[in-house]
């Protein structure tokens, strides 16, 4: 009697967890500003196009495929380029956005730009609830994340599963963000909230697109000319000293690798070929693939003020971290395609 019980537990759980995963597979993908702009545009266009660029803000502001396309010509190589960059996106959201277009793509895309960073465990407290936070938490990407959250405690050390469970008050920051990640992870599967999806995708079938969204030329890219602020200026010099005082190289933490090969593996299966870009943000730290395999061969690395110091002077700056202004994004887009045109024809790049 108790076998037989467990029995019809057992097919319960399992049906009810396939139909958590056929609706997921069948619901559309939500209706995200500007994403969804990019999403429906690429859609229109894409037998256009054989470049794209995935990224944060230092892509999405940063990398002109206007620019890109006219030094690549000057390089004798033609290319046609649509900037996937958003706002506020870190690696999970990427390689799950980049996972949704891909198939879509038409044989005419052959190079796919995505921005390398570590993996961010934590979002702004304030954003916890948004969609833009949610929606990406598939299993491969929220293990991902957990394995991280496990790994590393606040000083970077390694610590025990167990001690992050249980540990201490300290580790109460560690406990929320288990819970953050395991509740979004949940809430999609069950597709919670979902019919506000459907009823979204409903309302903007018509493919229509927020060209604002696309930036002035509509090839994705929007670029910002504010300037760092003068009295901002000193303390960056400062600290970009500092970060290249102490710059060195170091392998990229297993959860990282791992989404950034799903990432080139999708790649790769849709017959184009991946190349990792890390912008030119303050920290120095030149990162490198632990385990290189097929598709985490090239990584073309900006973060590097001795080498590009166009790159850092404070008048091409946006910010006192990360970001470029306008100019600064002239400058990048130009040794973006620079070093890829030399990447090619060194043959480091297939």
Not at 173 to 202: E, P
Not at 250 to 259: C, F, N, R, S, V
Request: proline fraction near 6%.
């Amino acid at each position: 009697m108790l076998r037989r019980s467990l029995t019809n537990v057992a097919l319960a759980l399992c049906a009810f967890l396939l139909t958590g995963a056929f609706f997921r597979w069948l619901l559309p993908f939500p209706e995200i500003t500007p994403i969804s702009e990019k999403f429906r545009f690429y859609e229109k266009h894409r037998d256009e196009i054989d470049t794209l660029f995935f990224g944060s803000s230092r892509i999405y502001q940063q990398l002109s495929p206007a620019i890109f396309d006219t030094e690549m010509r000057a390089q004798g190589l033609e290319t046609r380029s649509f900037n996937f960059g958003v706002n506020g996106m870190f690696l999970g959201e990427e390689s799950y956005l980049l996972e949704k277009v891909l198939p879509h793509a038409s044989t005419r895309l052959r190079w796919v730009f995505i921005e390398l960073e570590p993996l961010p465990i934590s979002f702004d407290p304030g954003n916890s609830g948004s969609q833009r936070i949610g929606y990406w938490h598939d299993l491969p990407r929220t293990r991902a994340v957990i394995e991280e959250i496990f790994r590393l405690d606040s000083a970077g050390r390694t610590r025990a599963k167990w001690e992050v469970i249980f540990g201490r008050p300290k580790q109460e920051q560690r406990h929320d963000l288990l819970f953050l990640h395991l509740s979004l992870f949940a809430k999609n599967f069950l597709n919670l909230g979902q019919a506000r999806d459907v009823l979204d995708w409903w309302q903007h079938r018509s493919g229509e697109f927020d060209r604002i969204n696309l930036g002035p030329a509509t090839d994705g890219y929007r670029p910002l000319q504010i300037r760092l602020p003068p009295d901002k200026a000193a303390s960056f010099e400062e600290a970009l000293r500092a970060s290249m005082a102490t710059a060195r190289r170091k392998p990229l933490d297993p959860a990282t690798e791992e989404i950034c090969r799903r990432s080139a593996a999708e790649v790769l299966r849709c017959g184009a070929q991946p190349i990792f870009v890390v912008t030119p943000v303050r920290d120095q730290t030149q990162f490198f693939f632990a385990q290189p395999a097929t598709g985490l061969t090239t990584v073309l690395s900006f973060n590097d003020a001795i080498r590009y110091p166009d790159l850092y002077r404070t008048s091409v700056r946006l910010d006192s971290m990360s970001h470029l202004n306008e100019e600064g994004a002239q400058h990048f887009s130009r040794h973006v395609a620079e070093r890829f045109a030399a990447a090619l024809r060194e043959g480091a790049i297939k």
